[in-house]
């Protein structure tokens, strides 16, 4: 029994290295050495080195004289080199030239480069994008603006009934916009929230007082509030494929365009509860088209075309049953209904 455990690990462990030289694969036109700039993405960098921009982790090599070694900045240089013939990148921290003075030297930790271009995600970061059933039924709403003004933007008061919490400060303010529905199931996943702007409490009562803030359309009454999240907001991610199979479709494009290229946001029918987390790596597949067959003795039989592999996106921010990524790489049209898979 010993023996044969002894052979179905070594077997496995052969099998997870013939799996690692298959995924690795460095670009055809990768440098040795490459010194970082401002503007550069963690995605950019890897791509220089591998095929696979999300592989990155598995070749990183983590030097425990480096503090923060996960976080790189412009100046430092990645090296490429080899261990027992496998791929390897290292880092060495730049050492600008500066004026030595007698003070402390900070270095802000959000001057580290990011993984995506986080302009293109940003607005996404901290917004309701998308609530259920119970949390739109019992959000604050708007009731009217200030001077019965039916319409409001920044700078206006606004009155606001439903608000519970006096402790809460900061609002944000949005209008649904539609269900998200499984395309498969049909289950309804939650409902879109249409960013409306921000507004800050004034007084609270039954009626509560608020100021808008800031407004990138007219808020109207009927809006709804939700508290602003104190929760950690990522901005830094680790690419990496998701531990589990999954198959998914694209449900949305944020801006509504009909065809999705890279940086574009779109949203999936799969969440936290499909163990969706940010970070992960989903590759897209362009749905096979329905075709006849032009020799087949039945004039009307169809054939499905195999679903083509048209880009990569990242998730980036996670629901409980939809999830929002950024399309990092798109080689072909992308559209709404194709489908997502582990890369």
Partial sequence: ??????????????FAASLYADQIALAPDHPDRYVVVKGDTLWDISGRFLQQPWLWPEVWYVNPQIENPHLIY??????????????????????????????????????AIHTIPIDAIRQFLTQPLVVDEDELRTAPYLLTGADEHVIAGAGDRIYVRGVEDASASDFSLYR??????DPDTGEILGHKAQY???????????????????????????DRLKPVSEDEVHTHFTPRAPSSPIE???????DGVNQIG?????????GAREGMEPGHVLAVY???????????????????LPDEHGGELMIFRVFDKVSFGLVMKATRSLHVLDYVRNP
């Fill in 176 to 181: 649904t916009g539609g269900q998200y529905q």
């Fill in 196 to 222: 409306i702007g921000d507004a800050r409490l004034n007084s609270f009562a039954e009626v509560s007082t608020m100021t808008l803030v800031r407004t990138n359309r007219e808020a109207r009454a009927g």
């Fill in 286 to 304: 362009q749905a096979g088209a329905m075709v006849r067959d032009p020799v087949s003795d039945n004039a009307r039989e169809l054939v499905q």
């Fill in 1 to 14: 029994m010993a023996i044969k455990k002894l052979l179905g690990l070594a077997t496995a462990m052969l």
């Fill in 262 to 270: 890279q940086y574009q946001v779109v949203a999936i029918n799969r």
């Fill in 74 to 111: 412009p100046g430092d240089v990645i090296t490429l080199v080899y261990v027992d013939g496998k791929p390897q990148l290292r880092m060495e921290r730049g050492h600008p030239s500066v004026k030595l003075s007698p003070t402390v030297r900070e270095e802000r930790i959000d001057q």
């Fill in 248 to 254: 998914g479709r694209i449900i949305d494009v944020v």
